[in-house]
């Protein structure tokens, strides 16, 4: 393989591994939440949008990297 070759496989797999991540922690969220809200409200809203933010987080990151 040539060497921009791996470089797409070994981005497409990284992107891979972190989507796997995501939506097995999206999979999660409810439960997580809702287990949380029981205890505070704020506190279920805020690990929620923590959860979502960090998806976007994690490609940013990523992206950010790469540069």
Known sequence: MTENGNQTRNNAIAAGIILAAVALGLFFMPSIVLGIGA?????????????????????WLRSRYRK
């Open 39 to 59: 205890y505070s409200p704020a506190l279920g809203f805020a690990v929620g949008a923590l959860i979502i933010l960090a998806f976007f987080g994690i490609f």
